[in-house]
């Protein structure tokens, strides 16, 4: 196994945990920091989150092939421990020594003791070829490095190495034939949002492409993002392969944005996020480009508020189709696991959800959003995220600042031919089991044929009666 060091560079280094050692194959190796959401608690406003609602989370980067032996001592926390995402089976054992584990294969994992607060995630990354050095763009090596803002050139290979911390953003417009590769840490945390909307190049994020073509974004550690975390907006052809994407606390930190945008795949990622996940927006400035061809794939996610998988809300295209979500972990959610949101005027459908699987916990926490200074926080615990919900509600009417659009299509604000395909829910003991809520909130428009083929709760599959399922103008929903 490769284990990260410490880098040391320009009077920076990184920070050690204090909550865990953790051993891979007997070799003690580092543990890393990053601050993370702790409540979903969100505000309706968009300037700076208040610190004492996150918390600093750790985490332990290696590559290697074959299996990894690991051994964890919790300094700060004990009781009962797991593994995540609980679908890959792996057990853990309580010894003298520690908690130990073993990973048969790479992967994202999280280790978690009691219950979801501070945990431990662990990124076992296949082995990366280094591109040579005189074939790179940009070329960040073993150590910190504060870049800045990067505007991206056609043709750019970017590197950032497994030892590697990079303050800085990576932003491209118009730009073709781009890859960013390495398993290092891209951090923003040098970066303010400096304006309300997330779709303006005013604040950089960490990833931010407009009318970009066949780039390759695989392997890096993405931390601290001052917004959306990975923006897509009118792009084509990109590849999204092995990112983390953690330590996203901040207002509007979403996973990945797909905004108008076609031939895109997420696959092999883990993402923990303060607000929606995986979403497939659009908006009015790329209202010609529909969001179709879209594959997200064997993704591990962490949704801290919001949806996690989702269509929606923002919906300005005549279409989002030919979309599959598929074989995904939804190891933490809070509002709703898969969603679709037709806020706009699109017409969606040809969406498949299969091979999902969503774990419920007891101490999921509600969510509350915070409409004055000084309202706190007091959400409670035992929290049901719904499993599924589709509506199409025209969220320019519910809220300021969006102009109002009378755009309309032959089959707009309509929701069609959906297909939820094998989902499974890992529930624990005093959790109920979660909705599903389905329906048109349009009186002169219908849903139809929504087909859930296969409902399994712990292993056995769910009757229909047993589910609560609400319908609203739905024609031909099926459970099967």
Not at 14 to 31: A, M
Not at 346 to 359: F, P, Q, S, T, W
């Amino acid at each position: 196994m490769n284990l990260g060091c410490v880098p040391e560079n320009n009077g920076l280094t990184e920070k050690l945990s204090e909550d865990y050692r953790v051993f891979l194959n007997g070799r003690e190796c580092p543990v890393y920091t990053a601050r993370v959401s702790a409540v979903p608690f969100a505000k309706i406003w968009f300037d700076k989150r208040d610190i004492k609602y996150t918390e600093i989370s750790s985490m332990v980067r290696f590559d290697g092939e074959g299996e990894a032996e690991v051994r964890v001592l919790s300094l700060k926390k004990k009781g009962s421990a797991v593994v995540r995402p609980l679908g890959r089976g792996v057990r853990c054992y309580e010894t003298p020594e520690g908690y130990v584990f073993r990973l048969t294969q790479p992967g994202q994992y999280t280790f978690e003791v009691g219950d979801d607060r501070g945990a431990l995630y662990l990124f076992f990354d296949p082995p990366q070829t280094k591109p040579a050095r005189e074939n790179c763009t940009y070329y960040f090596g073993a150590g910190i490095h504060c870049p800045g803002l990067i505007r991206l050139q056609s043709g750019d290979r970017v590197y950032i190495d497994r030892d590697a911390v990079v303050y800085g953003s990576l932003f491209g417009e118009d730009v073709r034939d781009v890859t960013i590769t390495g398993t290092g840490v891209l951090d923003g945390s040098f970066e303010n949002r400096v304006f309300e909307g997330c779709y303006e190049p005013y604040t950089k994020s960490l990833i931010k492409l407009y009318e970009c073509e066949n780039v390759v974004i695989d392997g890096p550690v993405l931390r601290d993002a001052p917004i959306r975390v990975v923006n897509l907006f009118g792009c084509k052809h990109i590849d999204i392969c092995n990112i983390k994407a953690i330590g996203h606390w901040r207002p509007n930190t979403d996973g990945v944005d797909i905004v108008n945008s076609s031939y895109v795949t997420v696959r092999d990622s883990f993402l923990r996020t303060f607000d929606d996940t995986v979403t497939l927006k659009g908006i009015d400035r790329y209202q010609h480009l529909n969001v179709e061809h879209i594959s997200v794939q064997n993704c591990v996610l962490w949704c801290g508020w919001g949806r996690t998988l989702e269509i929606g809300l923002e919906t300005a295209c005549r279409c989002v189709r030919n979309v599959e979500f598929k074989n995904c972990d939804l190891i933490h959610n809070s509002a709703v696991c898969m969603d679709i949101q037709n806020g706009d005027y699109a017409e969606v459908y040809d969406v498949l959800y299969e091979d999902i699987r969503a774990e419920y916990q007891p101490y999921t926490l509600e969510e509350q959003l915070m409409r004055a200074p000084e309202q706190e926080y007091t959400g409670k615990k035992g929290a049901v995220p719904s499993l599924i919900e589709m509506n199409n509600f025209r969220f320019r009417e519910h809220y300021k600042g969006f102009p109002k659009n009378d755009t309309v299509y032959e089959n707009s604000f309509t929701v069609h031919d959906i297909t939820f395909r094998n989902i499974k829910i890992f529930r624990d003991d005093g959790v109920k089991l979660p909705a599903l809520r389905i329906g048109s909130e349009m009186e002169n428009v219908l849903f139809s044929d929504i087909l859930v083929d296969g409902l399994y709760e712990n292993g056995r599959k769910v009757k229909e009666s047993e589910w609560e399922i609400v319908l609203k103008r739905t024609n031909g929903f099926r459970i099967l």
